[in-house]
């Protein structure tokens, strides 16, 4: 199989969904829920300062069984935001997230994050291709 070359940017989801930092757990899921997200940016003001992942909550509230009516998205969110430019390879953006073990990346142009890339953004991108071939 060739190198997949199209770009990131070409899948990602975008504009970005984002959440307060001071929301509660609850509050964040639900937000979650409702824009069919998997993660959220968490931001302050207008400055991004963590990611919120479905994953997050299952390992940080759930299993550790916090309270999420009490528990902040400041103290489970994922402070180090990973981030790829938009014009950077598929193959390179799959390569990066397995090898960092995140299913959910910022995408930037300009050094501004402008959209997410997801595990479920790569399956659409790759199964595009299986389709394409007949």
Known sequence: MEEYLEEIGDYMSSPVKSIDSELTVQEAAQQMHAKNVGSVLVRIHDKYVGILTETDLSRKVVAK???????????IMTKSILTMDRYMPVKEAEEFMKEKNIRHLAVTEEDKIVGMLSVKDLV?????????VE
């Open 65 to 75: 069984r916090l309270d999420p009516v009490t528990t902040m998205v400041s103290s």
């Open 124 to 132: 659409s991108c790759y199964s595009k291709s299986f389709r394409m």
